[in-house]
């Protein structure tokens, strides 16, 4: 992405926001490799979450030309989003983009699925950021990514890609190190569900489509 940005703007002022040392770091060893690259980057590294971000930023003393948050907004509960996506575009003057799980995803049958388990925290979706635009009156264009995941790995205990889906859809790192729980077992048995998943070539596939939001803001628009 900043590559393609350098194409246009010879200097750039990149502030990243990320909660967690383990992807900042790993994110600062790719930017020390890609350095003759990224040539004209500035980065200011922010280790705090978005919310965090726009409490730190209260002031709106940073200001921003474009805003990246890919697959990232999930955990702001639907209860706050006007107030996050309002206090962010607030700072924006020019464009956000923002990818986020569409409807018939996956994620979306697992928590209608098992509404009650812990493990499934709302995952907010493109369709509810693109509701709360609507509300703030802010101006966006939208589409969906189709795309699918191959689940069969899920089913064969010595798969390590199948154990880091099950861990990524239960939100639980080795979720089954400690054998195979009884939620382990209904979830697999859900993932085989008609309407939830759907076989190819003897291979189980759910869809897992990104809406993709472009939000623009001026100082006409801006909120
Ligand atoms: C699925 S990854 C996406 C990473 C990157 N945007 C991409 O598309 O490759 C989600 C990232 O969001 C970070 N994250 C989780 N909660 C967050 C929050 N509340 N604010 C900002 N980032 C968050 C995670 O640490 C993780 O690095």
New binding site residues.
Partial sequence: MLMQLLKKFRLIECTV????AE?ITSYKKLVEEQKRALNGVTFHWQQ??????CKTNIDGLKRFHFV?????????ENKDLDFYLKTILGWTEGKMLI?QGAVNSIFSGLEKGFPTSNPFRSRNLGSKIEDTLKTLGINFETSVIPAECDLTFCFDSDSRDGKLLLDFFLHVVRCGDNGPSQLLKMIKEYLTTEGISYTRNERLYAPVPTQVIIASTSKKNSV
Wanted: glycine share 0%; charged share 20%; proline share 5%.
């Fill in positions: 926001v990320e909660p967690s992807e705090e979450s978005i919310q965090e971000f990246s948050a890919l697959h990232s907004l999930y955990y702001i990818m």
